[in-house]
């Protein structure tokens, strides 16, 4: 289908029709509400007919313009299916073209290091928390975007790593440098811990078994309170400091956002080597198929264990440093909800892309931030956006380009 002939039958009168019926249908279902008003102290009702007008001509606009995406969806999934090329994305040629490649990086590089000396404490504390959701969501989509085992109980991890530094500060005093590859190794453990019982599962099932994990642990350290002070919490966890330097608010929070920098540059490096190496492509059989990838002599039990473990330490490791930015943790900063934004940041950005993953982490934590001025309809605005993205963009922001491979004989 080309373009012509797509835009052809989207102004063809049957279209209209549509259109106009569910222009009609949105002005009956709104009435009450738009037009009609009641002055409850003058006793009169007040009729506000040129909102109807408004509404009529907004969904008339709204219904074109959604059909014709719909349209262009259409199109490219028979493309698809009928074999026809198909072109990279703007942002996929920016990735996988080093003439664009290189320039955009060395931008982002320039932006992100003289971001805090020309930001406010409030812009440089929301965007550490991103890069805190960039190291989250890049470990969750080792488990979901390259090994394809749905987890709901994600952040049962990131309380692990949490509660590991306040707990062991507390008690023994130890400190954030410490505490973070500990925090990493005991979520690492956990991890193995929950894959053994769902070696067998998948799907659903899968899920709904993750997620009761992810409960148990918020419950536990909910009602435990001679272990973790229940729900009060654990107050005045110490930020990490800088060779023993006395440092005041705005330098410690820009102290803490290079640091996340760097942990958010370590992940991106590791996860990429473990994508591109035998792990990686064992992970990614699985995905495709569990069935054909043990069949192949895949082992499916040492695969499924190390996606969970290694998932679980970027977990551990984001617990302690969002632990040390908050200075106070409790269990209500780890329920379901934040299992459900750490698993939307890895779909909507792009599952398998770690590129797409850190924008859909920057996207989801960002964009509530920066939408306050709508107040009460930020979230309505933001809801807006995930439906729209997943009906015309399932793959995400910037989906990942998949390798092809090509069998050459006698170098032709």
């Known amino acids: 289908m080309t373009d012509k002939s797509m835009a052809a039958g989207l102004f063809s009168w049957n279209e209209v029709k549509k259109s106009l019926l569910a222009c009609i249908w949105f002005m009956v ?17 007040e009729w506000r007919w040129h909102r109807m007008f408004v509404v009529g001509v907004g969904a008339f606009a709204l219904s074109f313009v959604w059909r014709y995406m719909i349209r262009r969806k259409e199109a490219g999934i028979k493309k698809a299916e009928t074999g026809e090329s198909q ?4 942002s996929q040629r920016l990735l996988t073209d080093t003439r ?24 440089i504390d929301i965007m550490t928390t991103a890069l805190i959701y ?27 790593g949490s509660y590991t530094y306040a707990l062991l500060n507390y008690h023994f005093g130890l400190g954030f440098y410490l505490c973070l590859p500990i925090g990493g190794a005991l979520s690492l453990i956990f991890g193995i ?33 001679a272990f973790s002070f229940g729900p009060s919490g654990i107050a005045n966890i110490p930020r990490p400091g800088f060779f023993g330097m006395q440092l005041s608010l705005q330098q410690n929070l820009i102290y803490l956002y290079y640091l996340m920098i760097v942990l958010a540059i370590f992940t991106v490096f590791v996860v990429r080597r473990l994508q591109d190496s035998r792990t990686g492509r064992a992970w990614m059989a699985l995905r495709e198929d569990e069935v054909a990838c043990q069949a192949m002599g895949v082992n499916k039990t040492r695969t499924k264990l190390s996606a969970f473990a290694l998932g679980a330490t970027w977990a551990g490791m984001g617990g302690v440093m969002f632990a040390a930015k908050t200075t106070f943790i409790n269990p209500a900063s780890f329920t379901i909800w934040e299992s459900v934004i750490i698993l939307c940041c890895v779909v909507l950005g792009g599952m398998g892309s770690i590129v797409g993953v850190i924008c859909g982490a920057f996207a989801l934590k960002l964009l509530p ?14 809801g807006a956006v995930l439906v729209v993205m997943m009906v015309f963009r399932p793959g995400g922001l910037i989906s990942d380009v998949r390798k092809t491979y090509k069998f050459k004989v006698n170098g032709k």
């Open 193 to 225: 811990v929950l894959g053994f019982p769902v070696l067998r599962l998948r799907g659903d099932y899968l899920a709904i078994v993750t997620l009761g994990f992810g409960e148990i642990i918020r419950l536990v350290l909910e009602n435990w309170n």
């Open 29 to 45: 279902l709104t009435f009450p509400i738009m037009v009609i008003q009641v002055n409850t102290i003058y006793k009169t009702v």
């Open 134 to 160: 960039v190291v989250v969501a890049l470990g969750l989509n080792i488990v979901v975007g390259l090994a394809g085992l749905l987890d709901l109980g994600y952040v049962a991890f990131f309380a692990v």
């Open 87 to 90: 072109k990279l994305t703007i």
């Open 100 to 123: 664009f490649s290189r320039p955009a990086f060395g931008a982002v590089a320039i932006l992100v290091l003289v971001f805090p000396l020309v930001s406010s404490l409030y812009q």
């Open 369 to 382: 931030e920066y939408l306050r001025a709508f107040s009460e309809y930020r979230m309505l605005v933001f």
